[in-house]
């Protein structure tokens, strides 16, 4: 998967993690994405959560992960939905798009409120953040100092 490729060579994190497996195991990845969106196999403390790709002719574009509710970690630095763009892609509009599918998503889910986070230092993130309704929460500072920003997004107001 030439996403993939080309994330691991920008050496940026991929976000959201659940995407970061090798893609010779794509098979296997995805049945796990499909098992989580279940409820089925979670980690201790994991909530259920469903993953989406945005493609444009056939490649990857982006991909989100939606948390279907918060847990204790979630409410503070993780939020209901972690999104990201490939590299090549950014700065095109695509972030704040993905952003709007998920919360329609989201709202599909009965979640009113969705919590999005981002880095203090993304401030691509935060303007997709605040385009989409987003009202900023307290920060979380997290055990290594980094500080999360968290935005409250009503989903009710979403089309």
């Given at each position: 998967?030439?996403?993939?490729?080309?994330?691991?060579?920008?050496?940026?994190?991929?976000?959201?993690?659940?995407?970061?497996?090798?893609?010779?195991?794509?098979?296997?990845?995805?049945?796990?994405?499909?098992?989580?969106?279940?409820?089925?196999?979670?980690?201790?403390?994991?909530?259920?959560?469903?993953?989406?790709?945005?493609m444009h002719h056939e490649r990857v574009i982006g991909v989100v992960n939606?948390?279907?509710?918060?847990?204790?970690?979630?409410?503070?630095?993780?939020?209901?939905?972690?999104?990201?763009?490939?590299?090549?892609e950014r700065q095109k509009g695509y972030a704040k798009l993905l952003l709007?599918?998920?919360?329609?998503?989201?709202?599909?889910?009965?979640?009113?409120?969705?919590?999005?986070?981002?880095?203090?230092?993304?401030?691509?993130?935060?303007?997709?953040?605040?385009?989409?309704?987003?009202?900023?929460?307290?920060?979380?500072?997290?055990?290594?100092?980094?500080i999360v920003q968290r935005f409250w997004i009503h989903t009710d107001k979403?089309?």
């Amino acid at each position: 998967m030439s996403f993939y490729h080309e994330w691991k060579a920008s050496g940026e994190k991929m976000i959201p993690w659940v995407i970061a497996k090798d893609p010779a195991y794509f098979e296997k990845m995805v049945q796990e994405l499909l098992d989580a969106e279940k409820g089925i196999g979670l980690k201790k403390g994991f909530v259920p959560d469903s993953t989406y790709w945005l493609m444009h002719h056939e490649r990857v574009i982006g991909v989100v992960n939606i948390r279907h509710e918060l847990s204790e970690i979630l409410r503070n630095s993780g939020g209901h939905i972690g999104y990201g763009i490939r590299p090549s892609e950014r700065q095109k509009g695509y972030a704040k798009l993905l952003l709007r599918l998920s919360l329609q998503e989201i709202k599909k889910l009965g979640v009113q409120r969705a919590l999005v986070v981002c880095d203090d230092w993304n401030t691509a993130s935060r303007r997709t953040i605040l385009a989409n309704g987003g009202i900023q929460d307290e920060d979380y500072i997290e055990e290594d100092g980094a500080i999360v920003q968290r935005f409250w997004i009503h989903t009710d107001k979403m089309a």
